[in-house]
């Protein structure tokens, strides 16, 4: 059982940065590949971002490369997502997830946080 708490949330102006942070609970969390995803205001869950167990292989959305960085600390149990140069269409609430497998499907990923506000105002 693994459990994922997500903070960092917030309302920024457009612009500007946030870093979300996901902390896990138990010894292993460095055996699950990571996964951002977030749900704009009356729309469906999508895929974000993803990290491996291991950190070596990353995966992004086509429309958040090179603004979004996923990143993730084994010794810390914790995941980040460093957004910048956010813009009003990147609110949404933002979860973590863990996987055993590698993918972009939310229904591959086990074990879910609450998720974290991001609001960003123009």
């Known amino acids: 059982q693994v459990q994922l708490v997500e903070s960092g949330g917030g309302l920024v102006q457009a612009g500007g940065s946030l870093r979300l942070s996901c902390a896990a609970s138990?010894?292993?969390?460095?055996?699950?590949?990571m996964g951002w995803f977030r749900q704009p205001p009356g729309k469906g869950r999508e895929f974000v971002a993803a990290i491996s167990h291991s950190g070596e292989n990353i995966d992004y959305e086509d429309s958040v490369k090179g603004q979004f960085t996923i990143s993730r600390d084994n010794a810390k149990n914790t995941v980040y997502l460093q957004m910048n140069s956010l813009k009003p269409e990147d609110t949404a609430v933002y979860y973590c997830?863990?996987?055993?497998?590698?993918?972009?499907?939310?229904?591959?990923?086990?074990?879910w946080g609450q998720g974290t506000q991001v609001t960003v105002s123009s």
């Open positions: 997830a863990a996987s055993i497998s590698w993918s972009r499907r939310d229904y591959g990923y086990i074990y």
């Open positions: 138990g010894r292993v969390f460095s055996t699950y590949h």
